[in-house]
């Protein structure tokens, strides 16, 4: 008869050979002791709100899908947004992040805000010690990313750069990397994304600043080359062009026109580990053709 076995550390697994050895499996006593059962992740999240936002349609679905991993707290910009929020979702809701992480029932920190405010919500987050997972992208430009990278320390952290659970791209990297195309000797993509260039929302000005770290080059071009590198590796050396081409754009309901400084036009040439060649050009404000499409050569 087919017998299927958990094993959740050494002692049961060594208690489990025994019995299995003996001949005898106790019907009514547990094959693992109850007491190593792990408790599911208490996550408590900094950004959501009662009225939407990205917490809400993203990160709240999966809470609720996955096992093991559940909300636990949040936090908010103001007492009255707690308030809502937390009746909204049945959690706890704080006004601030030393009382998010100081919840014993919050095992991760997540940060699901836009990104000028990430660093005054994380290095708090990362004094306390706990893990913490911040939205893609990270900072508003490096000083601030290396920052947190030094804040951190030893506590456990991770970046939304969620492409990489892709199950089509996870396919892709396991093709090159068994051989399907022999050895990889360039890699090319070409990439468009609607904004930056065509009208755009109030509520996403933001994105049209460059010295907000919320443009075309952090979010959907950093997105594409992680996916991209996940594939095919990652650059050794790389050289690369920006441009701005559209100075300003209309807003989407008056037409009226803002001034855009972030970059429109990206193009990267460079070499990958075993000497094989990439290049990527991103495009904004632009629909024709493919979103986005990777051509690899090889042998």
């Known amino acids: ?11 049961d697994g060594q208690r489990v050979l025994d019995l299995l050895a003996a001949g005898r499996l106790p019907a009514d006593k547990p094959l693992v002791d109850a007491r190593h059962l792990r408790k599911p992740i ?28 559940e909300l636990r707290a949040l936090a908010a910009s103001s007492e009255a947004s707690a308030r809502a929020a937390g009746a909204a979702y049945g959690v706890p809701a704080y006004t601030s992040v030393e009382q998010l992480a100081g919840d014993e029932n919050v095992d991760l920190v997540v940060v699901a805000v836009k990104v000028p405010q990430h660093r005054e919500l994380l290095l708090p987050a990362l004094k ?11 900072a508003v430009d490096l000083r601030e990313a290396e920052e947190m990278e030094r804040a951190a320390g030893t506590t456990r952290t991770f970046v939304g750069l969620q492409g990489r659970s892709s199950p089509a791209f996870r396919w892709l990297a396991d093709l090159v990397s068994e051989g399907f195309v022999g050895e990889v000797l360039s890699a090319t993509v070409v990439a468009s994304s ?11 000005v933001y994105t049209l600043d460059r010295k907000l770290g919320a443009t075309m080059l952090t979010i959907a071009f950093g997105h594409a080359i992680d ?12 050289v690369a062009t920006t441009a701005t081409r559209r100075r300003q754009v209309p807003l989407g309901r008056t037409g009226q026109i ?34 986005f499409s990777l051509i690899i050569d090889g042998t």
């Open 1 to 11: 008869m087919p017998v299927l076995l958990l094993v959740l550390d050494r002692e």
């Open 42 to 69: 208490g996550v408590g999240i900094i950004g959501l709100s009662a009225t939407g936002g990205w917490a809400a349609a993203a990160h709240l679905p999966a809470l609720r899908t996955v096992d093991g991993i």
């Open 128 to 138: 306390a010690g706990v893990p913490v997972l911040c939205e893609w992208p990270l």
């Open 194 to 204: 609607t904004e930056w260039g065509t009208p755009v929302s109030p509520n996403r």
């Open 227 to 238: 996916l991209v590198s996940m594939v095919v590796g990652e650059l050794q050396e790389v």
């Open 258 to 291: 803002v001034p855009m400084t972030a970059e429109d036009q990206i193009a990267i040439s460079g070499t990958m580990a075993g000497g094989a060649s990439l290049s990527v050009h991103h495009r904004g404000g632009a629909a024709s053709d493919a979103g």
